[in-house]
């Protein structure tokens, strides 16, 4: 829980940098590319390439074909159509994505875990429903797309996991996430890129670093083990904690508007639903005690 916490105040920052300086400046794709080649750098060193079974490497590999690939590609390009807190806004279904995964991939039903989600989807509404630009829908498939590849994806590494239980670290292993990434970044780039939209200042090439390799590489390796600690329902709620952390960004740093009555009473919904997972919720339980 608290690596998600930690990887939640890093991430926070991310979608202003996105929308203040790179959407519709820097290339979707080779702002997606730069970040995977980055995270990927920071755990080449570490990765073991003899000893891992055959079915983690590929297992990982997907899940980052899934959680970074498909899901950045998707996520840069719906702020050509939609604004920071738009984007925001229509994040709040990863939760019901997560839990509905993650059923599918155990054969059950946790309708505690849903119910949770589905109170943290209202808070996370509560705090972002605004009027909608004219290019709502487009952004909006975009990021219904990213929702779901990013919660199969963590969904998915928390299951390969468990299977594949060897006695290595997780970052031995976890280069093979950002190899499952580039297998979709790069072909995306020499297909769909615009090399004439390639960063122009220090302050876009300092963003993307800082993207690579803290956000995307610490980040995503911090959140998918922490998401191998907790249950379904815990996760989904965690998945739009994200929402008011990043409109303080947004509100402290770049002084948007921000209805501070919304997000303090959305905030309360998403608080009251981690207590609901918390209390009925029996694998939630176990794992408490």
């Not at 159509?81 to 995964?101: A, G, K, N, R």
């Not at 949770?116 to 990021?143: N, V």
């Not at 979709?184 to 800082?210: D, H, V």
Request: net charge positive; proline share 4%.
């Amino acid at each position: 829980m608290a690596l998600l916490v930690l990887v939640t105040v890093l991430w926070a920052f991310s979608f202003s940098l996105i929308g203040e300086f790179l959407a519709g400046q820097v290339d979707s794709d080779f702002a997606v590319l730069s970040r995977v080649l980055l995270g990927a750098l920071v755990f080449l060193p570490f990765t073991r390439w003899r000893g891992v079974p055959g079915g983690l490497r590929l297992g990982v590999l997907v899940t980052g074909m899934l959680q970074f690939g498909i899901t950045y590609l998707c996520l840069y390009r719906s702020f050509g159509y939609l604004s920071v807190p738009e984007v925001l806004l229509f994040t709040i279904f990863t939760p019901l994505y997560v839990t509905l995964v993650d059923d599918a991939l155990y054969g059950r039903f946790s309708p505690v875990a849903l119910m949770a989600a589905a109170i943290a989807t209202l808070g996370a509404g509560i705090i972002r429903y605004d009027g909608l630009s004219e290019d709502f829908l487009t952004g909006f498939l975009l990021l219904q797309v990213a929702n779901f590849t990013f919660a199969s994806g963590q969904v998915g590494y928390k299951h390969v996991m468990q299977r594949y239980q060897v006695d290595l670290p997780g970052y031995r292993t976890f280069g093979y996430f950002f190899f499952g990434a580039l297998i979709i970044a790069l072909p995306s780039f020499l297909i769909f890129g615009n090399p004439e939209k390639l960063p122009s200042t220090p302050m876009q090439w300092g963003i993307l670093a800082w993207l690579g390799l803290a956000a995307s590489g610490l980040g995503l390796y911090l959140w998918n083990r922490g998401a191998c600690t907790v249950d379904a329902g815990t996760l989904a709620v965690m998945n739009n904690a994200l929402v008011p952390a990043g409109l303080l960004v947004n509100l402290l740093i770049w002084n948007r508007d921000a209805d501070l009555l919304r997000l303090a009473l959305g905030g309360a919904v998403i608080a009251l639903s981690l207590w609901v997972n918390a209390r009925f919720h029996p694998r939630a339980r176990l794992a408490a005690g």
